[in-house]
């Protein structure tokens, strides 16, 4: 079955303590994107990445990294989280962003104390 | 970036069309109209995208205005599971292709 597959779906840190997030595709697509979705703003982008290798930051790419060294996947990773950094997020992929519908995961609610 | 405007909240009946409007004034000629409905407790969905020519698939159909400065998504029969919230996205040059998600429609379905 075609589809994004995120880890963990919930999880409840503290202040300051490293944590991974991870997305994994198995459609082969080129494309992949990490969003944030908080109450009454919407869904921003945190970063993207059109292949392996290739990343961009996107509208709130503060507090955050991200890699890419194989096509299937892309994690997600808080160095120092923060409270602010508490919110629901999505990874997405496509084949390219350029007019191909884009497959998101089932989001990561992550809240950070 | 190419903004959209859309209705905050729509009502409709079930087992009826729905309509639901999307403004985009300020497209530009390679911007792609996307919509994504997300329903509760849900990741975003795919529905449907275009460029300048209407659109159908199995979920919807995709109405463009000759001008490209309106879109309209019409569900031909909505049910219950239609309730959630539809997004009017563009994309294109300006944004890199990337998506900029506005607040969205939320439809509500009444039995």
């Known amino acids: 079955e075609a589809q994004v597959t995120q880890n963990p779906r919930y999880l409840i840190t503290v202040t300051g303590k490293k944590l991974t997030v991870t997305c994994s595709q198995n459609?082969?697509?080129?494309?992949m994107s990490w969003y944030r979705q908080d109450p009454g703003l919407g869904l921003r982008q945190i970063y993207y990445s059109m292949n392996v290798e290739v990343t961009d930051k996107g509208d709130v790419p503060e507090g955050y990294k991200v890699s890419r060294k194989e096509k299937r996947n892309f994690p997600l990773i808080l160095e120092s989280p923060s409270p602010n950094q508490t919110s629901l997020y999505f990874c997405?992929?496509?084949?390219?962003?350029?007019?191909?519908?884009?497959?998101f995961g089932d989001g990561t609610r992550l809240s950070i104390l | 970036d190419a903004k959209t405007t859309q209705p905050n909240s729509m009502e409709s009946n079930e087992e009826e069309p729905v309509h639901l409007p999307c403004n985009h004034s300020t497209i530009s000629g390679t911007d792609y109209i996307h919509w994504y409905r997300q329903l509760p407790s849900q990741g975003p969905e795919y529905v449907i995208h275009?460029?300048?020519?209407?659109v159908n698939n199995r979920m919807a159909s995709l109405a463009i205005a000759e001008d490209r400065k309106s879109s309209t998504l019409i569900l031909h029969r909505a049910t219950l599971r239609d309730a959630a919230v539809y997004y009017c996205?563009?994309?294109?040059?300006?944004?890199?292709?990337?998506?900029?998600w506005g607040a969205g429609t939320k439809l509500i379905i009444k039995p």
């Open positions: 459609m082969n697509h080129e494309y």
């Open positions: 275009g460029l300048t020519s209407n």
């Open positions: 996205i563009l994309s294109g040059t300006d944004s890199n292709y990337q998506l900029i």
């Open positions: 997405a992929s496509s084949f390219l962003p350029q007019g191909q519908p884009q497959h």
